[in-house]
């Protein structure tokens, strides 16, 4: 069974520029968090998804948004990058009816 | 509201030698409490569970908790490590609000020395 991945592995934006991530779960799986992992402030948990529906959101700024698709697959969009949100962001996905979840290896931002 | 410390931000331990990384949690509802490891470079990988039963939970790599409501602790053992043991550990707390997100601890660095 092939774990929840990530793509870009690497990503190097400027400021002000746009940065687009995405996850496809786990197969089965139809929830996906986002989590963003910086320097000095740990694991925060940014956005969930479920069923194609935005159920729940962590302490960032509207810039940070995304989307899920009809296969359960996500995209996180970051608008007007700053360069505190260089960090490894990191998505995970959890079947339904449990409650631990699986994380992919991670898309490291970096903004300069 | 759900909170997580892990008091010891690193752990040095010599090969062979049994470790203990603490994890205290704050929660005014029932949790679900889990220990997750971080390879460098890579992202987490679940080590073990508690969602409910036995207090006494085993997980992978030899690893094992003990869930201690009283104590609100939930902290990880290995009696034995090895060199491959060398990463971050995280302790994570759910429940509660019913969106299953995770509170994560601040993570504990574990080295261990041959």
């Known amino acids: 069974e092939a774990g929840v991945t990530q793509s870009p592995t690497h990503l190097i934006k400027t400021r002000g520029q746009q940065a687009t991530l995405r996850c496809s779960p786990i197969?089965?799986?139809?929830?996906v968090y986002w989590y963003q992992q910086a320097l000095g402030l740990g694991l925060q948990f940014l956005l969930w998804?479920?069923?194609?529906?935005?159920?729940n959101r962590g302490n960032f700024p509207p810039r940070f948004s995304g989307r899920q698709f009809p296969n359960y697959s996500s995209e996180l969009n970051v608008n007007a990058l700053e360069l505190e949100d260089s960090a490894l962001y990191l998505c995970?996905?959890?079947?339904?009816?449990?409650?631990?979840?699986?994380f992919g290896p991670g898309t490291r931002l970096t903004v300069t | 509201a759900q909170s997580v410390t892990q008091l010891d931000s690193q752990v040095p331990v010599f090969e062979e030698a049994p470790v203990e990384l603490r994890c205290n949690y704050s929660s005014s509802v029932s949790v679900y409490l889990f220990w997750y490891v971080q390879y460098p470079n890579q992202g987490l990988q679940l080590l073990l569970k508690?969602?409910?039963?036995?207090?006494l939970v085993k997980g992978i790599n030899g690893f094992e908790a003990e869930f201690n409501k009283s104590q609100t602790s939930f902290h990880l053992r290995k009696p034995s490590v090895h060199i491959s043991d060398t990463a971050e550990y995280f302790c994570a707390v759910s429940g509660a609000s019913g969106t299953y997100k995770y509170i994560f601890g601040t993570g504990t660095r574990l080295k261990v020395l041959a």
């Open positions: 998804y479920d069923e194609g529906e935005e159920r």
């Open positions: 197969s089965g799986h139809t929830s």
């Open positions: 995970a996905s959890r079947p339904q009816g449990t409650y631990e979840q699986y």
């Open positions: 508690y969602l409910s039963g036995s207090t």
